[in-house]
């Protein structure tokens, strides 16, 4: 298997069954979402934007006076079946984040779950340790969040999220794990990415050797009290690569062997991948062919600096 994307942005728009009721509250968001969306665009291309979306015609005139008023005037008039329809034309087209959240948290309606307590609980593995050890956690962060584009918290000076963690955890180092990740909207993001998030900090360039098989391990144990479970999807140089799936009962062998690991072999992996194992079998003994880099600093690197340590002050 080739390398792992951890694109912000794919797998979060895919088509699944609609749910027999959407909440209102969760239609008159994403109405607000797709009607933000369409207002990005240029005023001239408005109307053909909304045409193309089935939404009613207009001319120029009404788009340049508001963009976002012309789209939101045409999205109330449509039932949310074809809301939803619009918005995921619009997120397969073009990249809009918050958007694609709202489908994905439509589309969780059917499913199970990840509550609050687990995520909490997530969360805390985090305590005082970096969200990677082989590259920076500001890396991976942006692996999965738009933090360039997305607000900082309110009250904040920072423009950008990204300047209020580049603020709070290199220049000052004021915030937690548990403030990063809550900031990020852990505890309230769709399960897919949740998901997302911890099959990047269980990647193989993020953690290595037994402190990946342990980790995983932990993941696993707290994803299995709401129906999931963290299984091999495949390896890269020998290294394990994992997702969460649904189901944990239902998965060969799971992760059950995986939280006792001590050592990782990849030879083990592969064996596991061709059996239709989860990771369990990942770490049976053997010579950690991988090792740990040192513990770095959280952040430590600023790359506004061509690479100077800030981490100090």
Not at 62 to 74: L, V
Not at 143 to 166: F, N
Request: with cysteine; net charge neutral; proline share 5%.
């Amino acid at each position: 298997m080739g390398v792992i994307e951890r694109g912000v942005f794919s797998d979060m728009t895919s088509r699944q069954p609609m749910p027999l009721a959407i909440p209102p509250a969760m239609v008159k968001e994403l109405r607000h979402l797709l009607a933000s969306a369409i207002s990005d665009a240029k005023a001239y291309d408005v109307p053909g934007l909304c045409r193309r979306l089935n939404l009613a015609d207009g001319d120029e005139q009404e788009a340049f006076s508001s963009k976002y008023k012309y789209a939101q005037k045409r999205l109330v008039e449509v039932s949310a079946e074809q809301v939803v329809a619009s918005a995921r034309q619009l997120a397969a087209e073009e990249q809009h984040f918050e958007l694609s959240e709202q489908l994905a948290k439509i589309d969780e309606l059917n499913g199970p779950a990840v509550t609050i307590l687990t995520r909490r609980r997530l969360i805390a593995l985090f305590e005082g340790r970096p969200l990677a050890r082989e590259i920076d956690d500001i890396e991976l962060i942006r692996s999965l969040w738009p933090i360039g584009s997305m607000r900082a918290p309110h009250p904040s000076d920072e423009a950008t999220l990204e300047d209020y963690l580049h603020r709070h955890t290199i220049r000052n180092d004021d915030l937690t794990q548990r403030d990063v990740l809550e900031t990020l909207g852990l505890l309230s993001c769709s399960r897919a990415h949740l998901f997302k998030f911890l099959a990047a900090v269980t990647a193989p360039d993020a953690f290595s050797g037994n402190e990946q098989v342990e980790l995983a391990g932990k993941i696993d144990g707290l994803l299995r009290h709401d129906g999931y479970t963290l299984a091999l999807a495949g390896r890269i140089s020998g290294s394990p690569i994992l997702r969460c799936a649904a189901g944990a009962d239902r998965i060969a062998g799971g992760c059950e062997h995986l939280r006792n690991a001590r050592r990782f072999r990849p030879d083990a992996g592969a064996r596991a991948l061709d059996h239709g194992y989860g990771a369990a079998r990942l770490g049976t003994g053997g010579r950690d062919h991988i090792g740990t880099h040192p513990a770095r600093r959280r952040l430590q690197m600023d790359p506004r600096s061509g690479g100077r340590d800030l981490a100090g002050g």
